[in-house]
Nanobody, 125 residues
Framework: QVQLVESGGGLVQSGGSLRLSCAAS????????MGWFRQAPGKEREFVSA????????YYADSVKGRFTISRDNAKNTVYLQMDSLKPEDTAVYYC??????????????????WGQGTQVTVSS
């Protein structure tokens, strides 16, 4: 069992920044692949970013590449999503996810076994 708790969402103006955090418990954090997904009103959940258990290669959706940065701090059992140059189209509920498997591609939701409750990010124009 893995528990995930997101925090750091809020309301910001276009061009601003937010840093999301996801704290994990229940299993050794270093064994988990971690990802971020988001869902806007009336839209399907979409991939945002991912970082493997190794902390090596990272993945980003084209829509956020160059603006968002994913990182992890294994000592704190936490994964972060630094979001810069935010746009109104980034408005969504952001979900943290954890995966136990071994995969080359972490951009799809089925690679993950546990999900957080989500945190709202709203970007005003």
């Amino acid at each position: 069992q893995v528990q995930l708790v997101e925090s750091g969402g809020g309301l910001v103006q276009s061009g601003g920044s937010l840093r999301l955090s996801c704290a994990a418990s229940g299993r050794a954090f270093s064994t988990l692949n971690m990802g971020w997904f988001r869902q806007a009103p009336g839209k399907e959940r979409e991939f945002v970013s991912a970082i493997p258990r190794s902390g090596g290669r990272t993945y980003y959706a084209d829509s956020v590449k160059g603006r968002f940065t994913i990182s992890r701090d294994n000592a704190k059992n936490t994964v972060y999503l630094q979001m810069d140059s935010l746009k109104p189209e980034d408005t969504a509920v952001y979900y943290c996810a954890a995966g136990l498997g071994y995969y080359n591609d972490l951009r799809v939701a089925r690679r993950y076994d546990y999900w957080g409750q989500g945190t709202q990010v709203t970007v005003s124009s």
